[in-house]
């Protein structure tokens, strides 16, 4: 079935199968593979996007209740105001193998966005992704450098 969706501010129509995860589309289809296949059920986090602004786990998202939707992916989040987010993350020197932190950036931006009155600490409680590296000290950095020095 066609399937159109605003991709990172770009219209894109893809022919998918029925069912088929968003996940499937924005990598296979589309060539985005910034976004990462981790368990497949909706459980790490390391296949988020977002969708109409809010932060959700493709692997589990079926791509025709995404149709007509606006996404952004780790690709497209520089051109938004949450670029700063990519930014602390670099600052922080976050990634160890990497494969989470496209999910984790995502994450947090999209916390940021809906709650940008949140705390550093009320961002991480609200962060349940998997980083099988371990690098949470690494992240809680780049989150408080989110925030001015008081
Ligand atoms: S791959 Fe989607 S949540 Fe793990
Ligand atoms: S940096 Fe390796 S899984 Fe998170």
């Not at 990598?27 to 932060?55: I, S, Y």
């Amino acid at each position: 079935m066609m399937i159109k969706l605003t991709v990172n501010g770009e219209e894109r129509a893809v022919d998918a199968t029925p069912g088929m995860p968003l996940l499937w589309v924005l990598r296979d289809l589309l060539g985005l593979k910034g976004t990462k296949f981790g368990c497949g059920n909706a459980l790490c986090g390391a296949c988020t996007v977002h969708l109409n602004g809010r932060a959700i786990r493709s692997c589990g998202v079926p791509v025709e209740s995404a149709d007509g939707a606006s996404v952004v992916t780790i690709e497209g989040l520089g051109e938004t105001a949450m670029a700063r987010v990519q930014a602390a993350w670099i600052e922080a020197q976050v990634p160890q193998c990497g494969y989470c932190q496209p999910g984790m950036i995502m994450s947090v931006a999209a916390i940021l966005s809906e709650e940008p009155g949140l705390q550093p600490d009320a961002v991480r409680e609200r962060l349940t992704n998997i980083c099988r590296c371990g690098t949470y000290d690494r992240i809680n950095t780049a989150i408080a450098q989110l925030f001015p020095a008081r």
